[in-house]
């Protein structure tokens, strides 16, 4: 009998869940002018298999259209088995944006950066996972944990590469069978696919093994928790790197200062897109390395902003590789919607000529309240409610979303917040784990 591939088309949805629906690849041309059909309503799905109470009826429907530029394809390196997938936008119509797609949303606020300031953004993904295993890797950061995930780290290495996604560097992390894979920035969409394809490709690669690797931001209250720190730079129409001033404050560019400041203006909202569960929240706490406050601070990993100069001597190789981190983001966010909405609180910076506040060179827990208060530093929100809430307070920060977006999105996350006080703490941190 002859073997017929199938090409699977993805699409991240609002939960951060990549779904899919698989095509023969001999059709795949053919579905780029009308794509397939899915349900609105599918944009209402939990990340554990219910639907939320939504507007659209059983007959709404968009279509999911592949954009074969960001086509990849996987081959396992312990079965052999291979597969090919393509990144999807969907739309209302063939010719017609959908304004509840999360990878229109990121389009759009690209859009509407290079319009007013010719730039865009070059962006890329820590993304930090745990691994299944018999017994816990007990000492991170050891050469022993790294070589009792040696075959997985190489094949995950060649997967990623072969995929057109660069990894920097596979190591293992501070927790117990904790790892983190770091890859090359993108530029525009592409930064947003290229986080997709990393965490699709990690899972895929854990399988073949069989293991299970979660992105879970907490796996218990007390455990180490997994970030996906964004690491973006302003980029011109060349490509050239415009993100660092030397004799500048942070040795940030005017216009990468007020970016930066538009993001920490608009921070407490931001969360609740970047961080959007409830055992998020068990994460961004004091002390715990992932920042519990709003504030900026050169190599500072305890600032919601960490600039993080290039070590290069060589002054044009240190302005290529000056970079701004984003640390209050976790793998439970869509990469499309937490890039758009950095890059829409950063364009409101620029408009607006926002100030940074002073940075500060300290763990901002070892200051006083008073301290606190002079130097203009508050906590981040405790919660999910407290993020939703802060969103639902930032009239500029809800504008960025269409009404449908916006309600559906509260949706989902209200009823989070519900099921975080309906299950046990034991059952959520599982429920997590497992589906992410």
Known sequence: MTKENITYLLWSDLVGVTRTRGVPTSDLESKVETGLGWACAGQALTAFGSIVENTWGPMDEVRQIPDLSSAFSYKSAVTGAEWSAVICDSKSAPDRDWDCCPRTFYKRALDALYAETGLTIAASFEHEFLLTADSPVPSGFSLGAALRGNEFLQACCAAL???????????????????????????????????????????????????????????????????????????DADHKNVTHDPSAPLGLSPVAAYFSAGILNHLDALIAITAPTPVSYYRLRPHAWSCGFKTIGVQNREAALRVTPS????????????????????????????????VLAGLDGIRNKTALPRPIDCDPADLSKEQLAELGITALPSSLENALAALHADEGAKSWFSPSLFDIYNRLKKWECEQAYANDEATLFKRYSTAY
């Open 161 to 235: 590469r072969n995929a057109g996604v660069v990894p920097e560097t596979l190591e293992p992390e501070y927790g117990a069978s904790q790892y983190e894979i770091s890859c090359a920035p993108k530029i525009g969409v592409a930064a947003a696919d290229a986080a997709l394809i990393a965490r699709e490709l990690i899972r895929a690669v854990a399988a073949d093994f069989g293991m299970h690797a979660s992105f879970t931001p907490k796996p218990s209250p007390k455990a180490v928790g997994n970030g996906a720190h964004i690491h973006f730079s302003l980029v």
């Open 311 to 342: 070590a290069s001597p060589d002054a044009a190789r240190r302005a290529k590789g000056y970079n701004v981190e984003y640390r209050p983001a976790d793998a439970c966010a869509s990469p499309y919607l937490t890039l758009g909405a950095l």
